[in-house]
């Protein structure tokens, strides 16, 4: 008999979703996501593409690499501004309604800036991913901050580790990791106090007040570049649409993760990859289940 955790079943939170005729850009949401350092700006650009796909009101990047930060013909939706050297004056004057940070992040002075600054920003939730993650890692005052914040904000902090971040933030290997998910899920909601997307085949997701679930959609397609940076942003776009659609963060963020699989797969099943599959056609195909269902 399987070990295995209850299944994800999210597809009904969908209709929360549904566009009343007179909503406007408000309604859905501002989502900031940082990152994009220097020869990384490309895993920001797909994470601001996949918020702004699955429907954020505003998609608005904070990009560390000057030579990227620019307005971008094909992409003119998205908002891109060269990351302040002041991050907590211009987490004011933007006023997120949901943070994502880490995609290309890197380690710089900034980043951890950057960082800081997000989890002390109150009470909405922020998205941590990638070179993030590795920073939380090391720097022992911002996992003192990140286990504060979830203190004062139960349920608003997302962290989505893949097996090797995983193992970098509880001191094993990947392949420790990957021998046994389901505890090493359980001691990263423990170390953090956050709701945690442990990335893989058959994705688990698991929070403090939350049981471990399962996600059975996906295939081997999803192995490349970029998959971890369009989870990102989907979660972001609909916690974002969630505030004004009673959707919570954990709900938000098992929704994303088995949109993003299950868009995966429709691909597959229409001959589309998995070898060669892409970030960027995923994106594409998660919006069009999202309107099916709704």
């Known amino acids: 008999m399987s070990n295995r955790p209850p299944p994800l079943n999210t597809f009904h939170l969908i209709q929360r979703l549904k566009r009343a005729p007179a909503e406007h850009k408000g309604n859905a949401g501002k989502v900031l996501l940082i990152g994009g350092a220097p020869g990384m700006a490309g895993a920001l650009l797909l994470a601001g593409n996949a918020s702004l796909h699955l429907g954020a009101g505003w998609t608005v990047l904070e990009m560390l690499d000057p030579a990227s930060a620019h307005a971008l013909p094909d992409q003119a939706e998205l908002m891109i501004r060269l990351a302040s050297f002041d991050p907590t004056e211009q987490l004011q004057a933007i006023k997120p309604d949901v943070i994502a940070i880490g995609p290309g992040l890197g380690f710089s002075n900034l980043a951890i800036q950057w960082l800081e600054a997000s989890l002390a920003y109150p009470n909405i939730p922020l998205v941590i991913d990638a070179d993030a993650l590795h920073l939380l890692a090391d720097i022992g005052p911002l996992m003192t901050q990140l286990r504060e914040r979830n203190a004062r904000y139960p349920n608003q902090t ?137």
């Open 158 to 294: 997302v962290l989505t580790p893949h097996p090797g971040e995983a193992g970098y933030l509880l001191d094993l290997s990947a392949a420790e990791v990957q021998e046994r998910r389901a505890s090493a899920l359980t001691d990263l909601v423990k170390l953090t106090q956050s709701i945690t997307v442990l990335k893989g085949q058959h994705t688990l997701i698991a929070a403090p007040q939350h049981d471990m679930l399962c996600c059975l959609e996906g295939n081997p397609g999803m192995g490349t570049g970029g998959m971890g940076d369009i989870l990102t942003g989907s979660i972001a776009a609909i916690a974002a649409q969630g505030i004004h659609h009673q959707l919570n963060v954990w709900e938000a963020t098992g929704l994303a993760v088995q949109l993003h699989a299950s868009a995966a797969d429709s691909l597959v099943a229409k001959k589309i990859g998995p070898i060669g599959l892409t970030p960027s056609e995923t994106i594409l195909e998660m919006r069009n289940l999202l309107n099916q269902h709704e």
